[in-house]
């Protein structure tokens, strides 16, 4: 089977840099990717990493390591805007995807 | 489409009723999901469309629950015989899904209520 895990919520503060973990079980491996979805809205794709290292896009970067099937999502200069919930999934590439159960992020002024 | 569409937005039934539920993914998208989203919760995997491969079902809760795709473009889930806790959003979403190409594009959803 499948899982994944990760913090049901984390706060921080505007300015400030956020770490949101996820660690997975799965059957076999095909990329680990992470969405944010704002209240209200749907899903929208943030990164995706299928080798071990960081993959850097502007202010969010993730991290991989098979070894340790972890991987974490740094958010940089928090934004309000940035309270969102956020999910790490594995999949793709031919195979379905499974969703962890999502971290809510709370920016503080 | 520039997106992926859903339909209906909003869907209110009664109990033991049937509902359809449409998905247009992109235009050129081979693979096609279905999830469902209950309030506050994270996304429940249903079922996998990838190509004219045969989809992947292992996530249906019930065999009240089935999907086709005709044409390898629209989808459709079916729940016969809802019941009060099929209630919740549900998403499609479509994706390239070829080597290098993982990024799913999601729908606004379908809120379903069953009364």
């Known amino acids: 089977g499948q899982s994944l895990e990760q913090p049901s919520e984390v706060t921080a503060v505007e300015g400030a840099i956020v770490q949101i973990n996820c660690t997975y079980q799965?059957?076999?491996?095909?990329?680990l990717s992470w969405y944010q979805q704002h209240d209200g809205g749907a899903p929208t794709f943030l990164s995706y990493n299928a080798l071990d290292g960081l993959e850097e896009t502007g202010r969010f970067s993730s991290f991989l390591s098979r070894s340790d099937s972890y991987g974490y999502l740094l958010l940089q200069e928090l934004q309000m805007k940035d309270s969102a919930s956020y999910f790490c999934a594995v999949g793709g590439g031919g195979f379905k995807t499974i969703f962890g159960a999502g971290t809510r992020l709370f920016v503080k002024a | 489409g520039a997106g992926v569409s859903q339909s209906p937005s909003n869907k209110v039934t009664e109990k033991g009723k049937d509902v359809e539920l449409r998905c247009d993914p992109i235009s050129g998208h081979t693979a096609l999901y279905w999830y469902r989203q209950s309030l506050g919760q994270g996304l429940e995997f249903l079922i996998y469309?990838?190509?004219?491969?045969?989809?992947?079902k292992s996530g249906l809760p019930s065999d009240r629950f089935s999907a086709e795709r005709t044409g390898g473009s629209v989808s459709t889930l079916t729940i016969q015989r809802t019941q009060q806790e099929d209630s919740a959003v549900y998403l499609c979403?479509?994706?390239?899904?070829?080597?290098?190409?993982?990024?799913?594009?999601f729908g606004p959803g379908t809120r379903l209520t069953v009364t």
């Open positions: 799965t059957s076999g491996f095909y990329g």
């Open positions: 469309f990838q190509g004219n491969s045969a989809p992947d």
């Open positions: 979403a479509s994706s390239r899904d070829s080597v290098g190409s993982y990024e799913q594009y």
